[in-house]
């Protein structure tokens, strides 16, 4: 095998005097290995040659060279000593070994003066062939075999054209390095070197591509971006697609994260030093519809107003503020009895409507015994008549609400609820003589009623009129009469609707109104529970009236009247209520004590003059 055998620029083995003494070896067929050369000098060819003594004497190394291609030595040497140098074989005993081996050398022959100065190693020192001689024949060196080495591959464009250079040793210490040699045969003119590139010359203009792609192709030249393979799969379109939507939200994500911490800590920041220096602007809710649920309290009044007045009443000797609802079209008011009746005769009434306008208004009819007065104004059109309810389908708690002009604050709308029904109550009597007082059965209310509500609706959920407000429990003196000026302590009254009706048709009508009687004298300082007749009459005439209704159901001077319509009576004033709240011509069925013994008795109600 040829492995690690040195290589000879054109195929020639080294020559005798080219190889030290003991460093040379059989050069005949067959293959051996050589000793490697002890100094490195030369930078041309295919191996290196040991650097010459500075101080022998002889021709120089590269006049002892032999072209490879010649085969002959040059004009004046001696041929004989030229083929003693490069016969080593067993098969070469000429003179020119015998000269080589210890004779004299040839006189003139620079092969003599080499092969004195190297003398050749006998042949029995000579190192074996590892292996038979090579039976093709094969040079070890020169010419290309199937054992050469292959020549090192450089970039073609920085190649020079007589092979690749090796670089030259360092020169070692107390020796001359000598210039390399030319190798011997027609002299080659060397290349002239490429101008240097002017800076502002333009750059080389690559050769145009061919249509052999792999004729161009130059695997030395730089890529424009790495190259790499990693094994791992290549993604796919949607893959990168996914990928690229993932870091999308991912960045939105972080996005949101950081600017919420940033608003957070800044509207804290805004929050605790009371914001930015500006003008300040509180938050207000926009505008909204204004109509509100039929039965609120907003939509009963909504309804209720325009049909409710404020009276301004001036009299001679006093003067006074109440509140009253239109009843129709015509004109016709009504309020309280003590409401107009500081007018008197010659007094004045001055109606105030809910749009602002105001009228005259003149007394059509009032009664005292139930507090009740119907007043008129004239030339008013576009009049509201306010809506009747009817008293007797009013339940404890059903809700209400109160309309009217306490301290003359016109248009004060109170709701409460019904706190009681058919409440006999006393109002008025002022007077001393008991002709103004008024009985009432009244329904009690906890809607807030002060003085000026007087005369003025008590409204259903349905904005209908179940009462008229008529007196208060006042909390300093204890009076049922609004005529005070204390306020309300939630415990108000108002005259039923059912019987305002009446009162009102029959004022209308006739100008005065009726009270359903029975006929009887009561003794009002009974204390005792129920209401007695008394032993006489208020003109010092009989306690039962001759001819009345009590005389023909058989009542007596005496008896103790306990029950009506089966409905307990406690006293006198109650008993008056309670028949009151009838109209004339009612049957009531009462139940009296006479003598310590209990009867009923039936009576058709008598009617008499307010």
């Given at each position: 095998m040829n492995e690690g055998k040195p290589t000879r620029a054109g195929g020639a083995a080294p020559s005798p005097d080219e190889v030290p003494p003991g460093d040379r070896t059989d050069t005949s067929d067959g293959d051996f290995e050589l000793r490697a050369p002890q100094e490195v000098t030369s930078t041309e060819g295919d191996f290196e040659l040991r650097r010459p003594d500075p101080g022998s004497a002889g021709t120089p190394v590269e006049d002892a060279r032999m072209t490879a291609s010649e085969g002959a030595a040059p004009a004046g040497e001696d041929v004989s000593a030229t083929v003693a140098e490069r016969s080593v074989g067993p098969d070469a005993k000429g003179s020119g070994a015998?000269?080589?081996?210890?004779?004299?050398?040839?006189?003139?022959?620079?092969?003599?003066?080499?092969?004195?100065?190297?003398?050749?190693?006998?042949?029995?020192?000579?190192?074996?062939?590892?292996?038979?001689?090579?039976?093709?024949?094969?040079?070890?060196?020169g010419e290309p075999g199937p054992w050469a080495p292959a020549p090192p591959v450089q970039h073609p464009a920085t190649t020079p054209a007589h092979g690749t250079a090796v670089p030259a040793l360092p020169p070692q210490h107390g020796t001359a390095t000598p210039a390399p040699t030319a190798p011997q045969g027609p002299a080659t003119p060397a290349p002239p070197p490429p101008p240097a590139p002017s800076p502002t010359a333009p750059a080389p203009t690559p050769p145009p591509l061919t249509s052999n792609p792999w004729q161009n192709y130059d695997p030395w030249a730089p890529v424009p971006a790495p190259l790499q393979q990693t094994g791992a799969a290549v993604a796919s379109t949607d893959q990168r697609r996914r990928r690229v939507r993932k870091g999308l939200v991912g960045a939105a994500v972080l996005l949101a994260l950081v600017s919420g911490g940033v608003g957070g800590v800044v509207g804290a920041h805004l929050e605790?030093?009371?914001?930015?220096?500006?003008?300040?602007?509180?938050?207000?809710?926009?505008?909204e519809s204004a109509g509100r649920a039929a039965d609120s309290v907003a939509g009963i009044a909504a309804r209720a107003l325009p049909s409710v007045v404020t009276l301004h009443v001036n009299g001679s000797e006093e003067q006074g503020t109440g509140t009253g609802f239109v009843l129709d079209g015509r004109g016709h008011i009504l309020t309280n009895n003590h409401v107009v009746e500081p007018a008197g005769a010659d007094g004045e009434i001055t109606v105030t409507f809910h749009s602002g306008d105001t009228a005259k208004a003149t007394v059509v009819g009032r009664d005292s015994g139930y507090d009740l007065a119907v007043v008129k104004v004239s030339g008013v059109s576009g009049l509201k008549p306010m809506t009747l309810g009817n008293s007797d389908n009013v339940q404890v708690g059903d809700p209400v609400v109160a309309i009217g002009?306490?301290?003359?604050?016109?248009?004060?709308?109170?709701?409460?609820?019904?706190?009681?029904?058919?409440?006999?109550?006393?109002?008025?009597?002022?007077?001393?003589?008991?002709?103004d007082v008024s009985?009432?059965?009244?329904?009690?209310?906890?809607?807030?009623?002060?003085?000026?509500?007087?005369?003025?609706?008590?409204?259903?959920?349905?904005?209908?009129?179940?009462?008229?407000?008529?007196?208060?429990?006042?909390?300093?003196?204890?009076?049922?009469?609004?005529?005070?000026?204390?306020?309300?302590?939630?415990?108000?009254?108002?005259?039923?609707?059912?019987?305002?009706?009446?009162?009102?048709?029959?004022?209308?009508?006739?100008?005065?109104?009726?009270?359903?009687?029975?006929?009887?004298?009561?003794?009002?300082?009974?204390?005792?529970?129920?209401?007695?007749?008394?032993?006489?009459?208020?003109?010092?005439?009989?306690?039962?009236?001759?001819?009345?209704?009590?005389?023909?159901?058989?009542?007596?001077?005496?008896?103790?009247?306990?029950?009506?319509?089966?409905?307990?009576?406690?006293?006198?004033?109650?008993?008056?209520?309670?028949?009151?709240?009838?109209?004339?011509?009612?049957?009531?069925?009462?139940?009296?004590?006479?003598?310590?013994?209990?009867?009923?008795?039936?009576?058709?109600?008598?009617?008499?003059?307010?």
């Amino acid at each position: 095998m040829n492995e690690g055998k040195p290589t000879r620029a054109g195929g020639a083995a080294p020559s005798p005097d080219e190889v030290p003494p003991g460093d040379r070896t059989d050069t005949s067929d067959g293959d051996f290995e050589l000793r490697a050369p002890q100094e490195v000098t030369s930078t041309e060819g295919d191996f290196e040659l040991r650097r010459p003594d500075p101080g022998s004497a002889g021709t120089p190394v590269e006049d002892a060279r032999m072209t490879a291609s010649e085969g002959a030595a040059p004009a004046g040497e001696d041929v004989s000593a030229t083929v003693a140098e490069r016969s080593v074989g067993p098969d070469a005993k000429g003179s020119g070994a015998a000269a080589v081996e210890g004779g004299s050398p040839p006189a003139g022959g620079r092969g003599a003066e080499t092969a004195a100065v190297h003398p050749v190693a006998p042949v029995s020192e000579r190192p074996k062939p590892l292996h038979a001689p090579d039976p093709y024949s094969t040079p070890p060196y020169g010419e290309p075999g199937p054992w050469a080495p292959a020549p090192p591959v450089q970039h073609p464009a920085t190649t020079p054209a007589h092979g690749t250079a090796v670089p030259a040793l360092p020169p070692q210490h107390g020796t001359a390095t000598p210039a390399p040699t030319a190798p011997q045969g027609p002299a080659t003119p060397a290349p002239p070197p490429p101008p240097a590139p002017s800076p502002t010359a333009p750059a080389p203009t690559p050769p145009p591509l061919t249509s052999n792609p792999w004729q161009n192709y130059d695997p030395w030249a730089p890529v424009p971006a790495p190259l790499q393979q990693t094994g791992a799969a290549v993604a796919s379109t949607d893959q990168r697609r996914r990928r690229v939507r993932k870091g999308l939200v991912g960045a939105a994500v972080l996005l949101a994260l950081v600017s919420g911490g940033v608003g957070g800590v800044v509207g804290a920041h805004l929050e605790r030093n009371g914001g930015v220096a500006a003008d300040v602007e509180l938050p207000q809710a926009g505008v909204e519809s204004a109509g509100r649920a039929a039965d609120s309290v907003a939509g009963i009044a909504a309804r209720a107003l325009p049909s409710v007045v404020t009276l301004h009443v001036n009299g001679s000797e006093e003067q006074g503020t109440g509140t009253g609802f239109v009843l129709d079209g015509r004109g016709h008011i009504l309020t309280n009895n003590h409401v107009v009746e500081p007018a008197g005769a010659d007094g004045e009434i001055t109606v105030t409507f809910h749009s602002g306008d105001t009228a005259k208004a003149t007394v059509v009819g009032r009664d005292s015994g139930y507090d009740l007065a119907v007043v008129k104004v004239s030339g008013v059109s576009g009049l509201k008549p306010m809506t009747l309810g009817n008293s007797d389908n009013v339940q404890v708690g059903d809700p209400v609400v109160a309309i009217g002009a306490p301290f003359d604050l016109a248009g004060t709308v109170t709701s409460g609820i019904i706190s009681a029904k058919e409440r006999p109550i006393t109002a008025g009597g002022e007077s001393g003589d008991a002709s103004d007082v008024s009985y009432v059965d009244a329904l009690q209310t906890d809607a807030p009623i002060n003085p000026g509500n007087s005369g003025g609706p008590l409204l259903d959920s349905r904005a209908r009129v179940i009462g008229i407000n008529s007196a208060i429990r006042s909390a300093d003196d204890g009076s049922d009469s609004g005529g005070g000026q204390s306020g309300s302590i939630g415990l108000g009254f108002a005259i039923p609707v059912n019987q305002a009706k009446r009162v009102a048709e029959e004022l209308i009508n006739t100008g005065k109104a009726t009270h359903p009687v029975i006929g009887v004298t009561l003794d009002m300082d009974y204390s005792g529970d129920g209401a007695r007749v008394d032993s006489k009459g208020s003109d010092g005439g009989p306690a039962v009236t001759v001819g009345g209704p009590g005389d023909r159901a058989g009542i007596e001077a005496g008896d103790v009247i306990t029950e009506i319509d089966g409905a307990r009576v406690h006293s006198g004033e109650e008993l008056i209520v309670k028949t009151r709240a009838h109209r004339p011509g009612d049957r009531l069925e009462l139940t009296l004590e006479r003598d310590g013994k209990e009867r009923k008795i039936s009576l058709v109600l008598g009617s008499s003059d307010g």
